[in-house]
């Protein structure tokens, strides 16, 4: 969706609100403009915010994804699409997207927002990505994990379980990327048990820190030294 011109202006000095709405799964939804780019927002996190979505565009720039033979990626979380859209933009990244994201809002504002004006295939599955799981047994190049309910990530994705789920469903020499927040001394509690149940699946493995995020990978080989 084009920005309006006045409106992308004001961004740059203030937060322009573009539209309010809210889900089952998520009471408030709101859609800014700011700092000329668009922004999802929940009460207590943000969900999505263009190229600026720093934690994967870091995470993107250290495993030099431009140069990754990607013909598939896996989005679990979709957010506005900041993902495909930085992949695409940024890093001239060309491939096909599954994207699974349970709230069915939350897919029809990125298709409005962000999936209209890119190039890649993004086909969007609105269930819970346990069921997608379940129900498909595709392989992917890439997946990105970032599933949160407001500033949490459910506890169902948190177990080795789930993390041997997703190794069986990345090709040879795929990347998986896991989203954690680490803002707090909870967060950090929380992230060393992670990391302890993470190495156990993954014992390549590693982190990206990026600030207040955490991005767990699958294999350090693929962070370039």
Request: charged share 25%.
């Amino acid at each position: 969706m084009k920005k309006p011109f006045l409106k992308k202006l004001i961004s740059h000095f203030r937060e322009v609100k573009l539209e309010e709405t809210g889900s089952v799964h998520n009471p408030l939804l709101l859609v800014l403009l700011y700092k000329g780019r668009y922004q999802l927002c929940t009460q207590t996190a943000i969900y999505s915010y263009e190229d600026k979505y720093d934690n994967f565009k870091q995470a993107f720039e250290e495993i030099q994804v431009a140069n990754k033979k990607l013909d598939n990626v896996l989005l679990l979380g979709l957010g506005l699409g900041s993902i495909p859209f930085m992949l695409e933009k940024i890093f001239e990244v060309n491939t096909d997207y599954v994207a699974v994201e349970i709230d069915e809002v939350i897919c029809k504002l990125a298709e409005k927002y962000i999936l209209s004006d890119l190039k890649s295939s993004v086909q969007i599955y609105p269930i819970d990505a346990m069921n997608y799981f379940q129900w498909y047994d595709h392989k992917y190049d890439m997946i990105a994990m970032d599933i949160f309910q407001s500033a949490e990530v459910p506890a169902e994705f948190e177990s080795q379980e789930y993390f041997k789920t997703m190794e069986s469903r990345i090709n040879d020499g795929g990347i998986i990327l896991y989203n954690r927040l680490a803002n707090t001394t909870v967060d950090e509690q929380k992230n060393r048990k992670f990391k302890s149940d993470w190495m156990s699946v993954f014992p390549k493995g590693g982190i990206i820190d990026c600030k207040n995020n955490l991005i767990f990978i699958n294999d350090l080989g693929h962070v370039s030294k």
